[in-house]
């Protein structure tokens, strides 16, 4: 799936938009590997670094899970604009998210 710049955060109230957060171009990346492993990266004042494994259940369900097998994150996954960008939902947030060439 390759790496992908998060660029909003959208905290949802009983499936209703309550408050947006706008990511710095490369602040928070997520990259998900072909042999099913995901890491993250904040350029932030937190540098939090994390990874573990992913599943793409139904082509619409993103599974991601800890390195010890635990839940991590469980997201509706809607692909848009020819797969440029990226729509992640649960029941508490929705994320989007801009797909990276592989030369930046």
């Not at 790496?3 to 990259?31: A, C, E, H, N």
Request: glycine residues 8%; without cysteine; neutral net charge.
């Amino acid at each position: 799936m390759g790496s992908w710049d998060y660029t909003t955060y959208t905290m949802l109230k009983k499936g209703k938009p309550v408050g947006t957060i706008q990511f710095k171009p490369r602040s928070m990346v997520f990259t998900y590997n072909d042999d099913g492993t995901w890491q993250m990266q904040a350029d932030d004042a937190t540098h939090t670094h994390r990874n573990g494994t992913y599943e793409l259940l139904h082509g619409s369900e993103l599974v991601l899970k800890n390195p010890d097998g635990s839940g991590y994150q469980d997201f509706q996954l809607e692909m848009r604009s020819d797969g440029r960008f990226m729509l992640l939902r649960d029941n508490k947030s929705a994320l989007t998210a801009e797909k990276l060439n592989s030369s930046q």
